[in-house]
C-alpha cells in the first residue's frame, strides 16, 4: 500500500491538487463547506422521502450507503490517499535520532534561547506577506522531501462555521474536496503564520501531523520577520511542551522552563484565556475523540498524539543541537 500511495503522493495528487485547487480559486468562501452541507442535505431528505412516500427502508439504506461512497471515494481520491505515504524519515533515508540525555539537553538550551531572543509583541501579521514568504520558502524545498509545488492561486478561505471550529479547538484544517486551505479567522497574529504553514503543507501533500508541524516549524523559523520567527518557537514550544515534560521528569523540566522570559508566559496565558473563553467543553470533547479515531484509521498510530511527535523531527533534522547556545538562530 505505501508504494502506491507513495506514487499517488508524487506523480497524481500534484497534478489533482493543482486542479481542484485552481477551481476553487475564483471562490473566496470555501467550497468544502458548501459540499459538506450538500451531503448532509441530501441525506436528510433522502430519509424524509422515504418516510413521505412510505418507500421501503433498504432503499433509504441504499441511497445512504452510496452518498457514504461517494464521499469515501471524493475523499481518497483528491487527498486521503497521502495518509498512507511514506514517512518523512523514510523519504530522506534518515531513522530518528535516539534519545540521548545530554544531546537533548543541547536541543533544549538552543530551545530557549532561541525562544527568549525571537520574542516580540505581535499585534498584527501582514498575510499576504507570510503567504509570499511562506510559498517561497516550500517551494526551494528540494524534490526528496515528497511535498506538491505551490500555486499563486492557493490561499486560505473564508470560514462559514467558523463559530463551531473555535468551539471545538480546530485551529485551522484542509478541505478535501478541493484541497482548500481554511484557517480558523480567531487564531491570534502570533498563532497565524504557524497555523498557516501548517495548513499549507497540508495542501502539498503532507498528511502526518507530526511532519506538518515540522514544516511550519522550520518554514517560520527561516524566516527575515522576527514575528514570524517568534511564532516558529512559541507553537513549537506549545505543541511539544507535554512531551518534554515526560521526558525530562517534572523537577527537570521545571529547571528548564525557568529558563523562558516571563513574556513568553504572559503569550501562552493569554492564548489560554482566548480559546477557553471561545470552546465548548463537552463539542471540543466530542471532537477530539472522533478526530483521534480519523487519524488512527489513517494509519497514524499516535492519533491526536502525533501533533506533538514533531519534537523527534526537529530533533532529528534541526541542526539546533550542533550549535553552540549563543541566542543565534540555528
Not at 481520491?77 to 537533548?104: H, K, Q, V
Not at 514568504?133 to 517551494?139: L, R, S
Not at 484541497?179 to 501548517?198: G, K, Q, R, T
Request: overall charge negative; charged content about 20%; proline content about 4%.
Amino acid at each position: 500500500m505505501t508504494g502506491w500511495a507513495d506514487f499517488y503522493a508524487t506523480r497524481i495528487y500534484p497534478a489533482v491538487s493543482t486542479a481542484l485547487s485552481w477551481v476553487a480559486a475564483p471562490f473566496g468562501f470555501s467550497l468544502t463547506e458548501i459540499v459538506v452541507v450538500l451531503f448532509i442535505a441530501l441525506a436528510v431528505w433522502l430519509i424524509i422521502k422515504t418516510v413521505r412516500r412510505k418507500k421501503p427502508w433498504w432503499r433509504c439504506v441504499l441511497g445512504e450507503l452510496g452518498l457514504v461512497l461517494c464521499a469515501i471515494v471524493w475523499f481518497y481520491g483528491a487527498l486521503g490517499l497521502n495518509y498512507f505515504r511514506s514517512s518523512l524519515y523514510d523519504r530522506l533515508g534518515s531513522t530518528p535520532m535516539p534519545y540521548e540525555e545530554a544531546e537533548f539537553h543541547e536541543f533544549l538550551a538552543a530551545f530557549a534561547d532561541n525562544l527568549n531572543d525571537n520574542w516580540c509583541e505581535v499585534e498584527t501579521v501582514d498575510a499576504r506577506a507570510v503567504e509570499q514568504e511562506i510559498k517561497a520558502w516550500y517551494a526551494g524545498l528540494p524534490a526528496e522531501c515528497g511535498l506538491a509545488r505551490p500555486h499563486r492561486w492557493q490561499h486560505p478561505k473564508r470560514l462559514l462555521f467558523n463559530r463551531l471550529y473555535s468551539a471545538v479547538g480546530v485551529l485551522g484544517f484542509i478541505g478535501p474536496a478541493f484541497d482548500e486551505m481554511h484557517v480558523n479567522h480567531d487564531v491570534s497574529p502570533l498563532e497565524y503564520p504557524f497555523i498557516f504553514a501548517h495548513e499549507y503543507s497540508h495542501v502539498l501533500g503532507v498528511s502526518n501531523e507530526a511532519e506538518a508541524n515540522f514544516w511550519a516549524f522550520e518554514a517560520c523559523r527561516a524566516s527575515q520577520d522576527q514575528a514570524v520567527r517568534y511564532s516558529a518557537w512559541y507553537m513549537l514550544l506549545s505543541f511539544t511542551a507535554g512531551n518534554i515534560r515526560s521526558l525530562l521528569g517534572e523537577e527537570a523540566y521545571q529547571a528548564w522552563a525557568d529558563t523562558l522570559i516571563p513574556e513568553v508566559y504572559v503569550d501562552l496565558e493569554l492564548a489560554q484565556l482566548h480559546w477557553g473563553t471561545l470552546r465548548w467543553a463537552w463539542l471540543s470533547r466530542a471532537q477530539h475523540k472522533f478526530y483521534n479515531l480519523f487519524l488512527k484509521t489513517n494509519r497514524i498510530a499516535d492519533g491526536t498524539a502525533n501533533y506533538g511527535q514533531v519534537l523527534r523531527l526537529v530533533v532529528t533534522f534541526s541542526d539546533l543541537h550542533l550549535h553552540d547556545h549563543d541566542g543565534e538562530e540555528g
